[in-house]
């Protein structure tokens, strides 16, 4: 076999590996944001000699920055086309495209909190009927009418019963299995004093954390309405970080979207990279000023203090947690000084002010990864491994000079 037509060996079957005789599964990363949820997953398969993991990078418009990402974890992903010609026992994905035309059980699992972004596309529906999220569409789910994913991990009860109205061909294989990011925050919490100590809060200051979806609708797509906010005198006291979600990276490229927060350099302002963990930044937070994604959905669970950019309701399912804390939660006004408006929505706020937003998040809180495991090791025919499927502390975050620091054009990852 000549050397331009060898496969990698991960792909030639094992024949030219040193462990053999595993079960094979396949890792599709469509984007960083999916990458992200998928090791809460493929995580589960750590220390098992009798699986193999294999990874690649699906084709997405949003793909930029997924090789880096699998690079920077020590994994060499092998070609989608190649990928998609080899046998595998089972592949675990968080998106659609083109899965279907694998040769294996897919596993796909949810991306996010709950289903907020119903169908951009309405074509193939009827007159009126209301556009179902992607994890609960028969465009996601179907192909030629066959339901393609051998099994689909759901965050919470009611999903099966939305599942139930938009694809009921889906629920043979659908499973309550709860959310990691929920899991894990609420492990974090008790942490959270440790959390601000590696930021770099210091006693006395208070951090603000700025999230924003990807979109038109989100705060990134209107940042000339805050961003005049944030450069102003928010308050010696007040640190600020922002999280903008990987797609706007991916879509617009790094550089593009640091020039454009150019005004951020010398304020004190840290832009955290796409590939950093955000959990601790939601727990160390004292106020979350976010749109309807899901960063600030999973806040609710923390001691922030939730203020909202305004945002339309036609991009938000009517039952999300995104819906649910549009009810509850202050919007920012632009006409008013910031400092004021963090005073007084922490004034206001009542005990249990965001308790029907986070319960919305997961029927079944701190049971994904056992639910989780059950499934992936039903589907490899595998019994599990004699142990708990323990959720891992969340890593110390690195301080915010450092995102500050690297805020600039041409900024270091």
């Not at 699986?51 to 997405?60: D, G, K, R, Y």
């Amino acid at each position: 076999m000549s050397v331009r037509t060898t496969k990698p060996a991960l792909i030639e079957q094992g024949h030219w590996l040193t462990v053999r005789d595993c079960k094979r599964v396949l890792v599709v990363v469509h984007t960083v944001t999916f990458a992200q949820r998928l090791r809460e997953v493929f995580g589960l398969l750590e220390a098992d000699l009798r699986v193999q993991l294999v990874f690649t990078a699906a084709p997405h418009a949003f793909g930029n920055g997924v090789t880096q990402y699998l690079h920077d974890m020590g994994i060499a992903p092998v070609p989608w086309e190649e990928a998609l010609g080899a046998e595998f026992d089972l592949a675990l994905a968080a998106g659609s495209r083109g899965v279907h035309e694998l040769r294996c059980p897919v596993l796909r699992v949810s991306h996010g909190a709950g289903h907020i972004k119903p169908l951009t596309d309405s074509t193939g529906l009827a007159p009126g009927e209301a556009r179902p999220p992607g994890m609960l569409s028969r465009r996601h789910l179907l192909h030629e009418g066959r339901v393609v994913p051998a099994a689909i991990g759901y965050a919470h009860d009611r999903d099966l019963e939305a599942l139930a109205l938009s694809c009921p061909e889906a629920l043979s294989v659908a499973h309550v299995v709860g959310d990691p990011c929920v899991d894990r925050i609420a492990a974090g919490r008790p942490l959270r004093a440790r959390y601000r100590r590696a930021l770099g809060i210091r006693a006395g200051e208070r951090l603000v954390v700025v999230s924003s979806t990807w979109g038109p609708a989100s705060t990134f797509g209107r940042l000339e309405s805050l961003l005049p906010h944030l450069l102003g005198p928010v308050g010696a006291a007040h640190r600020v970080a922002l999280l903008v979600h990987p797609n706007v990276f991916a879509g617009h490229g790094a550089w593009q979207v640091h020039s454009w927060l150019a005004g951020c350099r010398g304020r004190g302002i840290a832009i955290v990279p796409p590939e950093a963990d955000w959990q601790a930044l939601l727990i160390a937070a004292d106020w979350i000023i976010g749109d309807h994604g899901s960063l600030t959905a999973y806040g609710t669970l923390t001691d922030a203090t939730i203020l909202l950019t305004a945002g339309p309701r036609r991009e938000v399912s009517p039952c999300s947690p995104a819906a649910l804390l549009s009810a509850v939660a202050p919007v920012v006004s632009p006409v008013h000084p910031l400092a004021e408006q963090l005073e007084y929505a922490a004034r206001t706020r009542r005990p249990g002010h965001y308790d029907q937003v986070a319960a919305s998040l997961s029927s079944v809180p701190g049971q994904f990864h056992r639910r989780m495991r059950t499934v992936v090791y039903r589907l490899l025919g595998l019994g599990e491994p004699a142990r708990p499927a323990a959720v891992a502390p969340l890593p110390a975050p690195r301080p915010l000079r450092h995102w500050e620091a690297t805020a600039g054009l041409g900024a270091a990852r």
